[in-house]
């Protein structure tokens, strides 16, 4: 094996040690201190300890955040994912609250949070699913992305030191469109 190759293997090794580390980071909202007692020493070398959590002292991946209602999973979603995670090296989805649905679609999810999550995070782009909060701030700081992707459909915003894209293209809206679904469905 060569120089070249040994130092790809090593830099691999490491952005797989700091996807993991994130994943937690974000899932815990900090790494609590019984999940950091369980760590190999290597990846306690990569946090620091902040208000009894641990966070990495460093993050050289790329986060993309997305975000949606999730409630009936269809080709669209997919496609939009898909697009989504090109932008990083990690793709983190926000399913939207069901309070959220409820004022922003006007009508009541088909399925809880817990579920649309469950569904999204199954998917191949989602590194993780996470539900949304009340204030889409909250969710911005516990991520941290690099990039926030909007859906064709969707609003796009500003976030400051934040890279936004919106998706232009989709697949068939006329098809793939969850309205049209429950619709058809009678739902």
Known sequence: MGFAQSLKQQRNALMKTEKKLYLLQVAENGISGKTYEKLEENEKGLLEE???????????????????????????????LE???????????????????????????IHSERYRAFMISSLKPVDLAIIGSADFKETIEKVKPNVIVFGYDQEPFEVEGVKIVKIEESLNPKEFKTSRIIRELGL
Do not use: C, W
């Open 83 to 109: 697009k989504a995670k090109e932008y990083g090296d990690m793709l983190i989805a926000v399913v939207a609250l069901s309070e959220t649905m409820q004022k922003l679609k006007n009508r009541k999810p």
């Open 50 to 80: 902040r208000n009894e959590k641990y966070y990495l002292k460093k993050r050289n991946l790329k986060v993309v955040l997305t975000g949606g209602a999730f409630d009936i999973l269809h080709a669209g979603h997919i496609y939009t």
